[in-house]
C-alpha cells in the first residue's frame, strides 16, 4: 500500500507547520504577550511536539466530518493550532492562549471555539469517554434514529503515562461487556510521563491487556527512514539494537543528538563491518534524523496504519514517540515544563524559513505553492461538513408527572413511581429517556421502569428465570430496543455514560433524557467525572438513593455527608433534595425540561433522596407552590407577625421539623417552618441577585430567598436542619442578618436506627426545640418530646 509521494508531502509539510505554530503559541504566551503573573506556560511544549504528526495525519487525512476525538490535555496548542490552520481558530485567540477567553490550555468543549469534541484535562477521562460515545452511538442507532448519517469512530490520544488513571481499566472492562465498536486509541508512547521516564516494557503490557479485551493493538515502532535503514546491509543489529535500548538511555540520546547516537551505537555494535559502514554513511544530523524516526513521526507509517483499518472492533494503536521531538528539549526527562529559550526559538525560526514578523502566517516557510495547500485543507474530509456541533429539537415534557400516591413514602419510592408511570405511556419523553445504572438498578427503585422497558443491548437475551418461570419481581431482558443500560459497579463509568449520554443531541443530532441512579455517598467515587460532564455541558439527571444517616439500616459505611455541599459547589447541576414525593414530581418535571434548555440557561440535575418513609401531605398543587418548589423553599408554615423563629429543613428530616414546630408553637405561635426543596437553587439565586444589583446599580430585584424571609424581622432566629453537613444551610442567615443554629451531621460512620441516629448527631425534634430555645429571647419552650427509653 503505498500513499501517494506529493500528497506525502503536503502533510509532512503541514505537520512541521503544526508543530511551529503549536510551538510559537506556547512561546508566544511565555515571551511575547506581557506576563503580568509571571507564570510560565509549561508542560505543553514537549508533550505537544508529542503528538503533533500523528495529530496532523489524522486531521488533514484520515479523519471524517462524523468522527469525535478527545485529545490528550497537554496537546492543546496542537489542536489549536490544527483548527487555526483549517480556518475555525483565530490568531488573537491564539495569541492569547491560556489567558484570560483565550485558547484554552486543555481542549475545552465550552470556552474554545474551535470545535473540540470533549473536554480533557483531567488526564483519562477524555480517553474513557470516547469508548461511552460509541455507545452511545449505538445506541441511537439500534433505536432507529441514526437515519443515514453514517457511524463515526471515537479516537482518543492518549499520553502513555495517562494509562495509568484507573477509569480507563474500569471503561475498558465495560467496553468489553457491551460489544463496543469504533472506538480508537492512539497511545502517544513516548516513554515519558510528567515527572520521569516510564516503566520498560509498558507497551507488552498494553498489547496483550488490549487483546484480552478483544481489541486490535498496532505497533506503529518503526518510521520509513528506520525501515529503509533496516534493509540495509548491517540493519538489522541495528533493529535489533533500537529494540533493546534503554527507555532512559534513548531518551538521553535523543537529547544529545547525532554525535551521542554514533558513539553509542560504536560502542555497542561497531563491527567495522556492515552496521559500521550504516552509521558512517550517515552525518551527526542524518543519524539523529534516522533514529528520531519512529513510527509515531513518520506520516506516511501513521496514515498507513490508519487506513489499513478494515473493521470496526476497537484498536489501539501503540505509537512510538520521543517526547519533545524536533524541540531542543527532545527526550530530556526533565522537559515537562521545558520551554524554549528566545535564543533557542530564534534559531529554530530562522531554521524554518520563517521571517521576523510572519510567525503567525499560515503557511510562511513552506515552499509548497500556497494556493494548493488552501486547497488541499478545504478538501480535508474532516472538513467536509463545517462545524460539526448537531443540535435536536426539544422533547415535550407533560404538564405533570403522575405518580400512584400513598399515605406514607419515601422519595426513593416516588422516583420509582414516577418513572413507572412515563414507562406505561407512549410520550416521546417515556422514548427517549434512557436510564443506567452502575448494578445498583433494583435498589435504587428502577426495577418497574426496567420491567416495562426493558434493558439494552445488541443483541436480544431473554431472562432465562422468566423462560424456567421461576418467580421474580424483576424482568432481565435484554434487546436492541431496550431503555436502561446496565453498567458494573464502576461509579466514574456511569459519570462518564451519563455525560456521553448527555450530549448525544450535540454529538449525534438526537435527543437522549439520560438518568442515572447510584447511592449517594459514592458520588464522590466518580466527582471528577461528574465534574467534567458538567463543564462539558453534557446533560443529564442523576439520582443519588439513600442519601445521608437516614439509610440507617444499610450501615454507617454507607452514609454520605459533603453530598449537599456537592450539590451546591457542582457548578452546572441544579441540585435537589425533596422531602416529598409530590415535591419530587414537580422537580422531575422541571428537570426534563431544565436539561433541554440552551447553553448558560440549562444544566444536569441532581436528586438527592432517601428511603425513609414519611406521611405525605395530601394537597393541592398550585401555580404558586409548583414555582417555589423549583426556586428551592416555600413555607409550609407561614410565620406570623411577631414571629421570632423558624424551623427551616431539608429533606427526609421534616417530621422532626414538623414535630418541633408543634412543639415551639405551643408558645411561640408565629413560628415558621421553610421547607427547603434546593439549598443549591436558593444560594445561586441569592448569588446571582446580589451580582445584579452590584452590577446594575438602582435595579431592585430580590432573590426567591430574600423574598421570602423579608418578613422576618432582624431579632428572628433560624434553626436549620438537614441529614448531611450543617454549612448547607448556615449561610442561610447572611441573607437578612438572623442568627442561625445550623443542624446537620459533621461524623461519619455511627450505625443505628434513624431515632438513634437522628438523637446521636442532635437534629431529633428535641434538638431542634433546643436549637430554637437558644436562639429566643422570648418565653422559653416547655415542650419537649419524651426521650425513647
Ligand atoms: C487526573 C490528573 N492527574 C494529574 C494531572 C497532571 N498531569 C498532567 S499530564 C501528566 C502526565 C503526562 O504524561 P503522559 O500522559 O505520558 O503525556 P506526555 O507528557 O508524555 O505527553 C500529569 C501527571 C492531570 N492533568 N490530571
Ligand atoms: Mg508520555
Known amino acids: 500500500m503505498g500513499i501517494d509521494p506529493a500528497r506525502l508531502e503536503t502533510l509532512s509539510a503541514l505537520s512541521r507547520k503544526v508543530l511551529w505554530l503549536s510551538s510559537w503559541t506556547i512561546h508566544h504566551a511565555n515571551h511575547i504577550r506581557p506576563n503580568t503573573d509571571g507564570l510560565k506556560v509549561g508542560g505543553h511544549q514537549a508533550s505537544s511536539a508529542s503528538l503533533a504528526n500523528i495529530m496532523s495525519a489524522l486531521y488533514f487525512s484520515v479523519l471524517r466530518p462524523q468522527d469525535r476525538v478527545a485529545v490528550k490535555p497537554h496537546a492543546s496548542p496542537v489542536f489549536h493550532a490544527i483548527q487555526y490552520l483549517f480556518?475555525?481558530?483565530?490568531?488573537?485567540?491564539?495569541?492569547?492562549?491560556?489567558?484570560?477567553?483565550?485558547?484554552?490550555?486543555?481542549?475545552?468543549?465550552?470556552?474554545?471555539?474551535?470545535?473540540?469534541d470533549f473536554s480533557t484535562g483531567s488526564v483519562g477521562l477524555g480517553v474513557a469517554q470516547t469508548l461511552f460515545s460509541s455507545l452511545v452511538q449505538d445506541y441511537v442507532k439500534a433505536h432507529g434514529w441514526m437515519k443515514d448519517r453514517p457511524e463515526g469512530r471515537m479516537i482518543a490520544l492518549v499520553g502513555d503515562a495517562e494509562m495509568d488513571e484507573g477509569n480507563i481499566f474500569e471503561a475498558l472492562l465495560e467496553g468489553w461487556k457491551q460489544s463496543l465498536r469504533n472506538t480508537w486509541w492512539v497511545v502517544d508512547y513516548n516513554r515519558q510521563s510528567l515527572d520521569a521516564v516510564v516503566r520498560e516494557g509498558l507497551w507488552a503490557k498494553f498489547e496483550s491487556m488490549f487483546r484480552n479485551f478483544g481489541w486490535d493493538v498496532v505497533i506503529v515502532k518503526y518510521g520509513k527512514l528506520m525501515q529503509a535503514a533496516f534493509a540495509e546491509?548491517?540493519?538489522?543489529?541495528?533493529?535489533?539494537?533500537?529494540?533493546?535500548?534503554?527507555?532512559?538511555?534513548?531518551?538521553?540520546?535523543?537529547?544529545?543528538?547525532?554525535?551521542?547516537?554514533?558513539?553509542?551505537?560504536?560502542d555497542d555494535i561497531g563491527d567495522q563491518g556492515p552496521v559500521s559502514q550504516l552509521i558512517d554513511r550517515r552525518s551527526d544530523e542524518e543519524l539523529l534524523a534516522l533514529m528520531s524516526n519512529l513510527g509515531g513521526h513518520d506520516m506516511a507509517s501513521m496514515i498507513?496504519?490508519?487506513?489499513?483499518?478494515?473493521?470496526?472492533?476497537?484498536v489501539?494503536?501503540?505509537?512510538?514517540?520521543?517526547?519533545?521531538?524536533?524541540?531542543?528539549?527532545?527526550?530530556?526527562?526533565?522537559?515537562?515544563?521545558?520551554?524554549?529559550?528566545?535564543?533557542?526559538?530564534?534559531?529554530?525560526?530562522?531554521?524554518?524559513?520563517?521571517?521576523?514578523?510572519?510567525?503567525?502566517?499560515?503557511?510562511?516557510?513552506?515552499?509548497?505553492?500556497?494556493?494548493?495547500?488552501?486547497?488541499?485543507?478545504?478538501?480535508a474530509p474532516f472538513n467536509q461538513e463545517g462545524r460539526r456541533r448537531l443540535t435536536a429539537p426539544e422533547i415535550e415534557v407533560p404538564r405533570e408527572l403522575t405518580f400512584k400516591p400513598a399515605a406514607q413514602m419515601s422519595t426513593q419510592q416516588g422516583f420509582g413511581l414516577i418513572l413507572n408511570e412515563i414507562a406505561r405511556g407512549s410520550t416521546e419523553l417515556a422514548s427517549r429517556i434512557v436510564t443506567t445504572s452502575p448494578d445498583v438498578t433494583v435498589s435504587t427503585n428502577l426495577g418497574a421502569w426496567v420491567n416495562r422497558r426493558g434493558l439494552f443491548a445488541k443483541a436480544e437475551n431473554h431472562d432465562l428465570f422468566r423462560q424456567e418461570k421461576i418467580p421474580s419481581a424483576y424482568t432481565w431482558e435484554f434487546s436492541p430496543k431496550g431503555q436502561h443500560i446496565e453498567l458494573g459497579i464502576a461509579e466514574m463509568n456511569l459519570f462518564i455514560m451519563l455525560s456521553a449520554l448527555g450530549l448525544s443531541h450535540s454529538i449525534n443530532g438526537e435527543r437522549l433524557l439520560p438518568v442515572g441512579t447510584l447511592y449517594d455517598p459514592?458520588?464522590?467515587?466518580?466527582?471528577?467525572?461528574?465534574?467534567?460532564?458538567?463543564?462539558?455541558?453534557?446533560?443529564?439527571m442523576v439520582a443519588a438513593t439513600p442519601s445521608?444517616?437516614?439509610?440507617?439500616?444499610?450501615?454507617?459505611?454507607h452514609q454520605s455527608i459533603a453530598t449537599p455541599l456537592i450539590g451546591i459547589a457542582q457548578d452546572g447541576l441544579a441540585s435537589f433534595e425533596p422531602a416529598f414525593v409530590d415535591e419530587l414530581s414537580v422537580?422531575?418535571?422541571?428537570?426534563?425540561?431544565?436539561?433541554?434548555?440552551?447553553?448558560?440557561?440549562?444544566?444536569?440535575?441532581?436528586?438527592?433522596?432517601s428511603t425513609r418513609a414519611i406521611e405525605q401531605p395530601q394537597r393541592p398543587m398550585s401555580a404558586t407552590l409548583h414555582q417555589e418548589i423549583t426556586e428551592g423553599a416555600y413555607w409550609l408554615r407561614k410565620p406570623g407577625p411577631n414571629c421570632d423563629i423558624v424551623i427551616a429543613y431539608t429533606g427526609a428530616v421534616a417530621p422532626e421539623a414538623i414535630e418541633a414546630v408543634g412543639f415551639i408553637g405551643e408558645s411561640h405561635r408565629d413560628v415558621g417552618l421553610l421547607a427547603i426543596t434546593s439549598a443549591d437553587r436558593l444560594h445561586a439565586g441569592w448569588t446571582a441577585a446580589r451580582k445584579l444589583r452590584r452590577d446594575?446599580?438602582?435595579?431592585?430585584?430580590?432573590?426567591?430567598?430574600?423574598?421570602?424571609?423579608?418578613?422576618?424581622?432582624?431579632?428572628?432566629?433560624?434553626?436549620?436542619?438537614?441529614?448531611?453537613?450543617?454549612?448547607?444551610?448556615?449561610?442561610?442567615?447572611?441573607?437578612?442578618?438572623?442568627?442561625?443554629?445550623?443542624?446537620?451531621?459533621?461524623?461519619?460512620?455511627?450505625?443505628?436506627?434513624?431515632?438513634?441516629?437522628?438523637?446521636?448527631?442532635?437534629?431529633?425534634?428535641?434538638?431542634?426545640?433546643?436549637?430554637?430555645?437558644?436562639?429566643?429571647?422570648?418565653?422559653?419552650?416547655?415542650?419537649?418530646r419524651k426521650m425513647a427509653v
Open 548 to 557: 445521608g444517616i437516614t439509610l440507617a439500616p444499610e450501615g454507617g459505611a
Open 233 to 266: 546491509p548491517g540493519g538489522e543489529a541495528l533493529r535489533r539494537w533500537i529494540d533493546n535500548c534503554p527507555n532512559q538511555m534513548y531518551a538521553a540520546l535523543c537529547f544529545q543528538g547525532g554525535a551521542a547516537f554514533r558513539k553509542h551505537l560504536r
Open 522 to 540: 459514592f458520588i464522590e467515587r466518580g466527582l471528577d467525572a461528574l465534574n467534567y460532564a458538567c463543564y462539558q455541558d453534557a446533560r443529564f
Open 87 to 116: 480556518g475555525h481558530q483565530t490568531r488573537d485567540k491564539l495569541e492569547n492562549f491560556r489567558g484570560y477567553k483565550g485558547a484554552q490550555s486543555y481542549p475545552s468543549r465550552t470556552k474554545d471555539t474551535d470545535d473540540v
Open 696 to 784: 446594575r446599580r438602582g435595579v431592585q430585584y430580590l432573590s426567591h430567598i430574600e423574598n421570602l424571609l423579608a418578613p422576618l424581622s432582624r431579632d428572628c432566629g433560624i434553626v436549620t436542619v438537614i441529614d448531611g453537613h450543617p454549612a448547607t444551610l448556615g449561610w442561610l442567615g447572611s441573607v437578612r442578618g438572623n442568627r442561625v443554629e445550623a443542624l446537620g451531621v459533621e461524623h461519619f460512620g455511627q450505625t443505628g436506627t434513624i431515632d438513634d441516629l437522628y438523637r446521636h448527631h442532635g437534629m431529633d425534634a428535641n434538638a431542634i426545640i433546643d436549637a430554637a430555645e437558644s436562639l429566643t429571647v422570648g418565653a422559653p419552650i416547655r415542650h419537649h
Open 587 to 609: 422537580i422531575m418535571r422541571w428537570g426534563f425540561q431544565h436539561m433541554q434548555r440552551e447553553a448558560g440557561a440549562g444544566g444536569s440535575v441532581y436528586l438527592r433522596l
Open 304 to 314: 498507513e496504519a490508519f487506513e489499513a483499518v478494515d473493521h470496526d472492533r476497537p
Open 316 to 379: 489501539c494503536f501503540i505509537a512510538y514517540t520521543i517526547k519533545g521531538v524536533g524541540l531542543p528539549m527532545q527526550g530530556h526527562k526533565d522537559n515537562h515544563a521545558g520551554l524554549m529559550t528566545v535564543a533557542q526559538m530564534e534559531k529554530w525560526r530562522a531554521a524554518q524559513n520563517i521571517r521576523p514578523g510572519h510567525e503567525w502566517d499560515r503557511f510562511e516557510g513552506l515552499s509548497q505553492d500556497h494556493a494548493k495547500l488552501e486547497a488541499f485543507l478545504a478538501a
